[in-house]
């Protein structure tokens, strides 16, 4: 099943203006993980996310929110739930089309959540 769910997230990691992409369990554990490249700004921040992931999972699913987004230097990170154990977890450049970025991960969590 793992590897079903990296071929659906696979398209969306193509993208060039996507740095990381992680599928998390509600526990903060990375299931897929996908980088674009391996550099001490993106680990700190996939270490720092595994710690946030339980509290921004509450505010997700609690707060009605579609969706939870920040930036952090040059980058935007976006999570979006796929159920109610598991968040997608996306860094893209700050230049990134978000409306682009939303469709593609609809499609991704759709996929993923069929495969569940």
């Not at 526990?27 to 550099?39: F, S, W």
């Not at 700190?44 to 997700?60: F, G, T």
């Amino acid at each position: 099943m793992l590897r079903e769910i990296e071929r659906a997230i696979d398209p969306l990691a193509s993208d060039p203006s996507i740095r990381m992409i992680v599928l998390y369990r509600i526990d903060g554990t990375p299931i897929v993980v996908k980088l674009r490249e391996r550099n001490s700004k993106i680990l700190s921040l996939l270490y720092w996310l595994e710690n946030q992931i339980r509290d921004a999972l509450y505010h997700i699913f609690n707060g009605d929110l579609d969706d939870l987004s920040f930036k952090f230097r040059d980058v935007i990170v976006r999570m979006y739930p796929v159920s109610r154990t598991l968040v997608l977890t996306i860094m893209a450049e700050e230049d990134v089309s978000l409306y682009k970025l939303d469709a593609d991960v609809e499609t991704v969590c759709d996929r993923i959540r069929d495969l569940i």
